[in-house]
């Protein structure tokens, strides 16, 4: 199977290290795919009509795209019930924290753009604000459920992944002030392995 993203997407690693604590680490390969938000890629395109990383790429030549379905997938392909579980209360309390982390990195993701790549001329400071809004009351939700994070899940995964885009490129929203439950999960478990395997940067 090929994995077409970057590492530094958090929704490229969210699967990156999906595959690994799935025992799939040595089935996946990482094709580096780079999307713009104002830049057309070719390659992407061919694979997804949506041209957004990751796209995964099976083995039988099939593409999914969306980091939540990917990670679905391969726990289909792991036989990892416990992944997402099937049970009606825990299955949808870990894919509403697993929405919760997706949509904090989907805010951090645009922020950047907002930030770095939109010309200065054409930034909508508010608009931006409103991003960090979303992000702050995301990790303050968490803080709140944090005992949803007990398992390696797609929850769990999703949310490490998640903080740690944030850390990377918005280091000033000092997300850890006000919400040590949430950041003792996080140092913990970025001391897993297949967090270390798959670095941001």
């Known amino acids: 199977m090929k994995i077409h993203g970057d590492v ?41 009509p949506l041209g957004k990383i990751p796209i995964l790429e099976t083995d039988h030549g099939h593409a999914i795209h969306d980091s939540r379905v990917i990670m679905e997938y391969l726990a289909h392909v792991a036989g990892a019930g416990h992944f997402i579980p099937n049970d009606g209360v825990a299955r949808f309390r870990v894919l509403t924290t697993l ?12 922020l950047r753009y907002e930030t770095a790549s939109r010309p200065n001329a054409f930034r909508w400071p508010e608009f931006a604000e409103r991003l960090r809004a979303r992000i702050r009351a995301s990790v303050a939700d968490i803080e709140q459920h944090t005992e949803q994070l007990t398992d390696v899940n797609a929850a769990s995964i999703a949310v490490v992944c998640a903080l740690a885009y944030v850390d990377f490129r918005h280091p000033a929203l000092n997300w850890r002030e006000g919400n040590p439950k949430t950041a003792a999960f996080a140092a913990t478990f970025n001391q897993r392995q297949s967090l270390k395997d798959w670095p941001l940067g």
């Open 8 to 48: 530094i997407s958090p929704f490229t690693r969210m699967c990156l290290v999906t595959a690994h604590e799935l025992g799939l680490k040595d089935k996946v390969k990482l094709v580096k795919g780079h999307a713009k938000a104002n830049e057309v890629n070719p390659a992407l395109e061919k694979l997804s």
């Open 99 to 110: 929405a919760t982390a997706q949509g904090m990195a989907d805010a951090a993701v645009a």
